[in-house]
């Protein structure tokens, strides 16, 4: 895993993405969306699980703690040039799920296209006891923050709800780069 701390790392990951699409087969009006997501544990990165024994050692290794999962959300405005990136981070608290549960979970193949290994929308494992943050950034895109960058552009996209179960709006800090950032 990288040696980059999580909060460098998604934004950089976003925003070469967002780099890496070519101007000349895009209309100057458009703009490109990317991000990133990744799990911390005692921040080190945590990618996804290849074998079901890296997932029986992540999903141990998260039980009955708490980590972060951060997202890097790049947009690219193709009129100006200029990228976007907003970051938010989630603070998740694990239950203290049995080692029964991890392996019904590895049986059915669910932690090889995750990060941490865990997806919190699993209504069989429900290995999450608290979320502080963000909600759809754990499950995989900050809406809210996406909607406050889109609006900043003068899109016309609704009022994302608040993104967390407690009603709080998510916490984004957000950067301004030109494209050669």
């Given at each position: ?7 460098a ?93 991890i ?26 006891q ?23 552009k ?28």
């Amino acid at each position: 895993m990288p040696a980059e701390p999580p909060d460098a790392y998604v934004l950089r990951l976003s925003r070469a993405k967002a780099m890496a699409l070519p101007p000349e087969r895009l209309m100057p009006e458009t703009y490109a969306l990317t991000a990133d997501t990744t799990v911390a544990l005692d921040g080190a990165i945590i990618g996804k699980p290849e074998t079901p024994d890296e997932a029986r050692a992540m999903l141990r290794a998260l039980r009955g703690r708490s980590h972060q999962v951060y997202t890097g959300v790049a947009l690219r405005d193709f009129a100006t040039g200029e990228v976007q990136t907003a970051l938010v981070v989630t603070t998740v608290h694990m239950r203290d799920y049995t080692d029964e549960e991890i392996e019904a979970y590895i049986a059915r193949g669910e932690p090889f296209d995750k990060a941490g290994g865990y997806g919190v929308q699993d209504m069989r494992f429900r290995p999450v006891q608290q979320i502080e943050g963000c909600l759809t950034n754990v499950i995989g895109l900050p809406l809210c923050a996406v909607s406050a960058m889109l609006r900043a552009k003068g899109v016309a996209v609704p009022q994302a709800p608040a993104c967390s179960p407690q009603n709080l709006p998510c916490t984004i800090d957000a950067h301004i780069a030109d494209a050669s950032g």
